[in-house]
Each structure stands twice: as C-alpha cells, then as structure tokens.
C-alpha cells in the first residue's frame, strides 16, 4: 500500500530576498516542506518537470508585470508537468499525468482539482516534449508568429533569440507556411543549428559584427514580420529594416530581465511612425484557448520531421536555482528544465 | 480675356537651409517664379488655402521619413485647395476647386491633371472646413481612432494635443460611438472648450501639474486606446494606465520634430509586454479609401450639430514660414491654414 502523503516531506525553493541583477546563491532558498494530505476535489501530485524560463525572473522582481510577483517568503511559481499520486477528485486517478494552473518549483505539489489540466502524453514521444515543444513554448511560438505577428507565405521573418525554446519553433513554423526566415543567435553553433537542421534561410550571429547590418544584408527588401524575444539593442538593430506596415511580435525582453528600473523603449522610435509598425505585446496566457489547434499542428510538424527541437534537462530540483542563469548568458542548448522525480 | 498664365509671376517658399530645432528666419525663403503655361493634360492652379501641418517640419529635416525630405531649394511641400484658372486636361474646367497630390507653399501650381482631386465643397459650409474637418485632418482622426485605435462603445479613450485639428475631431467621433473621452492639452481654455463645448468626458491640462496622474485620476480603471499626436513625456504618462490589451494609435510625434538625432521610445517599455499593448504607427496617406466613407460621416455629425471645429486662418503666403512654429508652441487656435488668395 502506498505511503500517506502526510508521512512524506517535500522539498521547495522559496524566494528569500529580491535579486538584484543576476540571481545568486542565497536569492532563493531550498527548504523542506511537509506534503499534506489532500482535502476533498484536491491532488497530491509528484513534480517530474520544473520548466525554467526567462519570466521566472520577472516574478522574482517586486514591478509591475502581468501576475503578482512572488512574495518573500512564498514557494517560486513555474511551470511544472506531474503525476498524481494521491486524488479525492473524480476526475483524477493516480498515474495521470497533469500540469497545474500555477506550479511551484517543489517536489510535492497539493492543488485543487479545478486548476489541473491533463497531459495526454504520445507514448512515441518522449515526456519532455510536454515542456517545449507540445507545451506553453510551443504554443507561445505558434500564436506569436500567426496570430500576433501574422506572418505568411512569401513574407520576411526575423527571429531573435532564434536557437531558444520558443524561438527555434518559432522560425520552423514560419518556414513551413512559406516565409523566408532568419535567425539571430549567439554563436557560431547556434546560428549553424538554425541554418543545417532547422532549414532558417539564414541566420545573424549578434556576437559577431553589427547586428543592423548583418539583418539588413540578409534582408536587403526589408522584414514584414519580427518576432522579438531579446528586446534591447537587438530590438534597435532590427526596427530600421522592417518594411512598411511591418509587425513586431513582442513575446519577451529577456536583455532587461535583470535590470533594475525601466525598460527604454527602441532608440528610433520615430519609425514607428515613418514606417507605420505595429508592436504587439502578448503573454501566453491570454492564449491558451489556441492550445487545441497549435499543438496539432506541431504534433503533425514533429511526425513529418518538419519540426526539430531541444530540451536541455538539468537533473535534481537542488539544481533549478543554479540553472536558471545558463538563460541569460545564453549557455542553455534548447529548452530548459529540470527533471525533478523520474517519469 | 484672361491674361495668359505666362505673363504672370508667382511666389514660392523654398528650402534655403535645413532646420536646427523651430523654424527660423531664413531657413525658408519666399521667391518669385514665373507661372508656366499648362502642357498637355496640365492644370494650373491659384492656391487658396495652403495647410500647415506639424508634418511639415518632418519634410524640412534629411531624415528617414514616409516621404522624401524636401530638397535644398526646392519649394516647400504642403497641402493645399486651389481653383483651376487654367487647364488642358478635359477633366477640368476654370472654377474647379481641386487639391494636388502634393502642393506647394505657392501661389500657383501648374499640375498633372492625374495629381488632382476635386473638392465638392457644399455651398453653406466654409471652404476652409475642406481643410480641416472635410479634410485630411478629420480623415485622419476617423481612421485614427476607427480603424487604427478601434475604438467601441463603452470604452474609455485618450488623446493628446486634443483640443488640435486631429485631436478635437478625434474625440468628438469618439464621443459620437459611445465613448468615454478625456482629452489631454496645454491650458484652461483648451481645456474648457473640449469639455463645455465639445462634450469631452474630462481633460487633463498638461501645463497644471503631474500628467500622469490626472490621467489616473479621470480614467481609475484605465485607457482602453490613446491616441497619440504628441510623443515623449505624453506618451510616456499615458502608457502606465493603459489597460491590458489597449491600443495606441501613433497618429503624431509634435513634441520630438524640432529635436535632431533619434527618438527614444517610451520610458517603460516593459509595459508593452506586461500590459499587452498594441502601439500601431500610421500614416493618413495609406488611407484615403477611406475618404469617402468618413467625410460623409463628418458632414453629416456637422449638419447634426455633433461636432464643432475652429479653423485658425492666416492671410498672406508670405506669413507662411512665421506662422507655422505656432503648431510647435500650441499657439494655435483651430486648424492652421494661410490664406493664399480669396476663394
């Protein structure tokens, strides 16, 4: 008979103080917690997947954002994939396999039943993909290229921060409805991914040479759709090339994450108007009645070997404090997570 | 008979030297040309209302822009109604009252019959409402806070520089779908005149006190779209009330036109992604199918007596230069125009 969840102990990381640039060791902390029996319509659930994203350090930062940040104190918010382990729902058995509304970054997660979605995992596909590709990565590019960037056959598409998690699906997408695609990467490697195995038409290198001009040589008629992860200097490198009624999905400024302050908007601002663009920001989660269609498509994608992708998988939740940073310095090779209890 | 075109002198503003910050004496300078006749399927013009526009400022300067700068010598670009005197084109006739595809700071024009509109001006409204309500500023107010802001009944929509041309047209079609407007502009009077005379919900002076916080104060549960003419510090109040999902219309930029060297962009930027905003540029030429539809609209809010205006009219082509640094001090009183010659 199974152990009852009360005799067991967790483990959480807790926010303990406010970062300031960076997140550093004694930022977060790695407490035990004990795991509770579930009241009536809640789960006990055993984390698998913790998926690490440039927004967690968002929440970590006491700003306006578009959810509350983490309170000192509190357990760090993420998404996470998991089992049921115990339920007094109906609707769930142990064994399911289920992500929370909000997850925590913890072993043991008890959360009422109404905030559950079911994973309704492929056996041929491995369980990660839940986390990047089939997950809210996957979706982010889907709706961030189609609905929010509007990108379509035969147009120009750029892509910072192209060799990430939702980057790279990005790209792929684009491609496969006929757009020319290009990449901005980090690095010699990332920048040959995107252009040998994802098909990218090209791809920039911003470690290399001048960002500006690097995109306007591989878009000499200009870009009708960019789709910005990175914000910052990429985002001032990028805006003189976009064509007339061009669009700028804007889904993440991870340059500025660690910033204190505000975020200075593009440096030509001026084009915006001359060049009458339309920056669009969006989160995810107003999206997620898109799920059923994206990630269709990218199931098919992944089966006609039209789409490739990453996960880079950190072993041990002690770990997930340390890993989060590999992020900002680029040094992730695809989506980031870390496996907390095996599958 | 008329005296033929040949025999006749004209004057013309042109280019001497391109602006640093307002407009001063000598960097436009007013000539005399000889007015030619009309070649095959030509019309030549006498100007009448010669427009003056923020926009215009934009042309003096060799920046990126949405139309070449003017050249160094070259007559001076500018919106203007004429009356054919002259014509070889069969479409028309002396008396016509016509606006050219792109006029001159000039007494006569001799234009392409396919670079004309013709203006049908109905016979109790004045002329110069052809240039502002009837005319490119009202066109783009409509598409502005339609098409571009789409703004909806019930809504709550601002405007800077909303006692302007476009801004006080701009509300008041607001006003007419069923919004909530509050207007933004510099001193008691303008301020007066939206809200008792143009039904404006409320108006935020921007010479008494903190911007942003009025703007708080008169929209507490937010902005659903703004629309911009100003820039800078305006745009930059405005953005942290913004609902989530809003939509700023980029109509205008006044407050950066006189500055050399790139425009930065708003100051919390962030708030773009958090607040999932839509900053749309636009330009009115992109728009002019849509004339039909608005002017129609306009005249009829005109005759219901739903919308007033005030066109600030200045005699004499050779007050043209002076005249037009009063859009840039607020000086203005209605749409500014010159008066080139009795219609």
Same mark, same amino acid.
């Given at each position: 008979?199974?152990?009852?969840?009360?005799?067991?102990?967790?483990?959480?990381?807790?926010?303990?103080?406010? !970062?300031?640039?960076?997140?550093?060791?004694?930022?977060? =902390?790695?407490?035990?917690?004990?795991? #509770?029996?579930?009241?009536?319509?809640?789960?006990?659930?055993?984390?698998?997947?913790?998926?690490?994203?440039?927004? /967690?350090?968002?929440?970590?930062?006491?700003?306006?954002?578009?959810? !509350?940040?983490?309170?000192?104190?509190?357990?760090?918010?993420?998404?996470?994939?998991?089992?049921?382990?115990?339920?007094?729902? !109906?609707?769930?058995?142990?064994?399911?396999?289920?992500? !929370?509304?909000?997850?925590?970054?913890?072993?043991?997660?008890?959360?009422?039943?109404?905030?559950?979605?079911?994973?309704?995992?492929?056996?041929?596909?491995?369980?990660?993909?839940?986390?990047? =590709?089939?997950?809210?990565?996957?979706?982010?590019?889907?709706? #961030?290229?189609?609905?929010?960037?509007?990108?379509?056959?035969?147009?120009?598409?750029?892509?910072?921060?192209?060799?990430?998690?939702?980057?790279?699906?990005?790209?792929?997408?684009?491609?496969?409805?006929?757009?020319?695609?290009?990449?901005?990467?980090?690095?010699?490697?990332?920048?040959?991914?995107?252009?040998?195995?994802?098909?990218?038409?090209?791809?920039?290198?911003?470690?290399?040479?001048?960002?500006?001009?690097?995109?306007?040589?591989?878009?000499?008629?200009?870009?009708? =759709?960019?789709?910005? /992860?990175?914000?910052?200097?990429?985002?001032?490198?990028?805006?003189?090339?976009?064509?007339?009624?061009?669009?700028?999905?804007?889904?993440?400024?991870?340059?500025?994450?660690?910033?204190?302050?505000?975020?200075?908007?593009?440096?030509?601002?001026?084009?915006?108007?001359?060049?009458?663009?339309?920056?669009?920001?969006?989160?995810?989660?107003?999206?997620?009645?898109?799920?059923?269609?994206?990630?269709?498509?990218?199931?098919?994608?992944?089966?006609?070997?039209?789409?490739?992708?990453?996960?880079?998988?950190?072993?041990?939740?002690?770990?997930?404090?340390?890993?989060? /940073?590999?992020?900002?310095?680029?040094?992730?090779?695809?989506?980031?997570? =870390?496996?907390?209890? &095996? &599958?």
């Amino acid at each position: 008979m199974m152990a009852r969840m009360s005799e067991r102990v967790g483990r959480v990381w807790r926010l303990r103080q406010r !970062p300031q640039g960076p997140l550093k060791a004694g930022d977060l =902390v790695l407490d035990e917690q004990a795991v #509770g029996d579930p009241r009536p319509d809640e789960v006990v659930l055993r984390t698998i997947f913790l998926s690490l994203d440039p927004t /967690n350090r968002i929440w970590m930062s006491d700003v306006d954002q578009y959810l !509350p940040p983490v309170e000192i104190g509190q357990p760090m918010r993420g998404v996470t994939l998991g089992v049921v382990e115990e339920s007094t729902s !109906p609707r769930f058995q142990p064994g399911d396999l289920v992500t !929370p509304h909000e997850g925590t970054w913890s072993t043991y997660q008890t959360v009422s039943a109404s905030r559950l979605s079911r994973i309704r995992a492929a056996p041929d596909l491995p369980l990660s993909a839940y986390m990047s =590709v089939l997950g809210p990565p996957g979706l982010t590019a889907y709706v #961030g290229m189609l609905d929010i960037g509007q990108a379509r056959e035969g147009q120009t598409v750029t892509i910072s921060a192209a060799a990430g998690a939702v980057g790279s699906v990005a790209g792929q997408i684009a491609r496969a409805r006929g757009c020319r695609v290009i990449g901005i990467a980090g690095g010699e490697e990332k920048c040959r991914w995107l252009t040998s195995e994802l098909s990218f038409d090209g791809a920039v290198d911003y470690k290399k040479g001048h960002v500006g001009e690097q995109v306007r040589a591989l878009c000499p008629e200009g870009i009708d =759709v960019h789709f910005e /992860n990175v914000g910052g200097a990429i985002l001032d490198a990028v805006i003189p090339s976009m064509r007339i009624g061009g669009r700028i999905a804007l889904c993440g400024m991870i340059s500025t994450y660690n910033d204190d302050g505000p975020v200075l908007g593009p440096r030509e601002f001026q084009r915006v108007l001359m060049q009458r663009l339309t920056i669009q920001g969006f989160i995810i989660m107003d999206h997620f009645a898109r799920a059923r269609e994206a990630y269709a498509e990218i199931e098919t994608m992944i089966r006609d070997g039209r789409l490739k992708w990453k996960d880079h998988i950190v072993d041990g939740l002690e770990n997930a404090a340390d890993a989060v /940073n590999l992020l900002f310095t680029g040094q992730n090779d695809g989506k980031l997570m =870390v496996r907390v209890s &095996a &599958a």
